[in-house]
């Protein structure tokens, strides 16, 4: 009687166990979530610039003005979406943000200028200035961010 209490309390247990593990959500921590969307919201400004940059759309003086606005909003909020060293398993944050958090905010501010430095009355003027800000997003990417 009492071994097969035994099993059974096992099995019921593995199973639980198995069942909670396979059916548990994916968890994610809020504030890199925040930070990740933040980065959403730079990539889309910066994306329409560079479509229009590249001819893939029509180039828009306010529309361009108005992803040159986001952009830069987005930017300058950068340095506080990481005063904290929060992580989760799908972030691609590297420790050494919060080793050299004085290094990182620059890099932020680098990103900052490059953003305002951009141009965008004119198509010739955004192609010229628009390459400053790209490579100022790859720097960050390449000394704080986990490469995929
Ligand atoms: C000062 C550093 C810094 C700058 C500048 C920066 N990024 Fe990031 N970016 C990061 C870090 C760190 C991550 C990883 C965040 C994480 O996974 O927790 C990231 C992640 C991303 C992601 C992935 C977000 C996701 O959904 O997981 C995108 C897209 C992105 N950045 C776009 C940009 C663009 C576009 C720019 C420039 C306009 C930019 N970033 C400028 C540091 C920076």
Same mark, same amino acid.
């Given at each position: 009687?009492?071994?097969?209490?035994?099993?059974?309390?096992?099995?019921?247990?593995?199973?639980?166990?198995? =069942?909670?593990?396979?059916?548990?959500?994916?968890?994610?921590?809020?504030?890199?979530?925040?930070?990740?969307?933040?980065?959403?919201?730079?990539?889309?400004?910066?994306?329409?610039?560079?479509?229009?940059?590249?001819?893939?759309?029509?180039? /828009?003086?306010?529309?361009?003005? &108005? !992803?040159?606005?986001?952009?830069?909003? =987005?930017?300058? *909020?950068?340095? *506080?979406?990481?005063?904290?060293?929060?992580? /989760?398993?799908?972030?691609? @944050?590297?420790?050494?943000?919060?080793? /050299?958090?004085?290094?990182?905010? @620059?890099?932020?501010?680098?990103?900052?200028?490059?953003?305002? @430095?951009?141009?965008?009355?004119?198509?010739?003027?955004?192609?010229?200035?628009?390459?400053? @800000?790209?490579? !100022? $997003?790859?720097? $960050?990417? &390449?000394?704080?961010?986990?490469?995929?």
């Amino acid at each position: 009687m009492k071994l097969p209490l035994a099993v059974a309390l096992g099995v019921l247990l593995g199973f639980g166990i198995l =069942t909670s593990h396979a059916q548990e959500p994916v968890v994610r921590d809020a504030a890199v979530l925040a930070r990740q969307s933040l980065m959403q919201e730079a990539k889309a400004a910066l994306g329409l610039l560079s479509n229009m940059s590249g001819h893939s759309l029509r180039f /828009d003086k306010k529309a361009a003005r &108005r !992803a040159k606005r986001q952009l830069s909003s =987005t930017l300058r *909020r950068i340095p *506080r979406h990481f005063d904290a060293p929060h992580m /989760d398993d799908h972030s691609r @944050a590297l420790p050494r943000i919060w080793q /050299d958090k004085a290094g990182f905010d @620059a890099a932020a501010a680098r990103a900052r200028r490059a953003a305002r @430095a951009i141009e965008p009355r004119s198509l010739p003027a955004l192609r010229r200035s628009l390459p400053q @800000a790209v490579s !100022a $997003c790859l720097a $960050c990417h &390449r000394s704080y961010r986990r490469p995929p």
